[in-house]
């Protein structure tokens, strides 16, 4: 049905790329990684789809959302309903295991070598398969940590406890009203 040559001749170039670069990483001196969303895509973090259906039908069947993502931007009009979909948000992404070996793997190949990471991925996945956290850059923060909204210190403060409190609290929107069934903010924050 299919040439066997030009499917062969295009998975030989593949391959062939695939054992150089590992010839490389197994030879340099230092290696530098920089990573996006693709990888954490890679590793099962998706933002649409079942998992996002799993987690967020409420807000979907209230608000049409289509991912996660362009959920995240959207003004709700309480600080209870903006924290239920932050800390559903956060803890999926941050505090949930998915990983389906990309990291690990990676891992793997640079664990015994002077390596650094610079990526704009914010879910924390490095460090969990074991990435020391000095030799990591987030350029766009992580999810689990919190800062001042009013930029009087240079903290950040760990968010765990409270986003599983959070997330533990909460329970769906029963319907399309705006009576909530969600946490007191101050109980929290």
Request: neutral net charge; charged residues 25%.
């Amino acid at each position: 049905m299919f040439s066997q040559r030009k499917t062969m001749k295009f998975t030989a170039n593949y391959w062939n790329n695939i054992r150089r670069m590992k010839r490389e990483i197994e030879t340099a001196d230092a290696i530098v990684i920089g990573a996006g969303a693709g990888l954490s895509t890679a590793a099962g973090f998706t933002y649409s789809g079942e998992r996002f259906e799993k987690y967020f039908s409420d807000f979907i069947q209230k608000y049409g959302f289509s991912d996660m993502y362009s959920g995240g931007f959207f003004p709700f009009e309480t600080p209870e309903e903006h924290w239920a979909y932050w800390s559903r948000y956060i803890y999926i992404n941050r505090y949930m295991d998915v990983d389906n070996g990309t990291y690990q793997r990676l891992f793997g190949l640079v664990k015994d070598k002077d390596y650094f990471v610079l990526t704009t991925n914010v879910d924390h996945q490095f460090q969990k398969v074991g990435f020391d956290k000095h030799r990591l850059f987030y350029t766009q923060g992580d999810y689990g940590l919190f800062q001042c909204s009013e930029l009087c210190c240079q903290k950040t403060f760990d968010n765990e406890g409270i986003i599983r409190k959070i997330y533990n609290e909460q329970n769906n929107m029963p319907d399309h009203t705006h009576e909530y069934l969600y946490f007191p903010a101050t109980k929290f924050l």
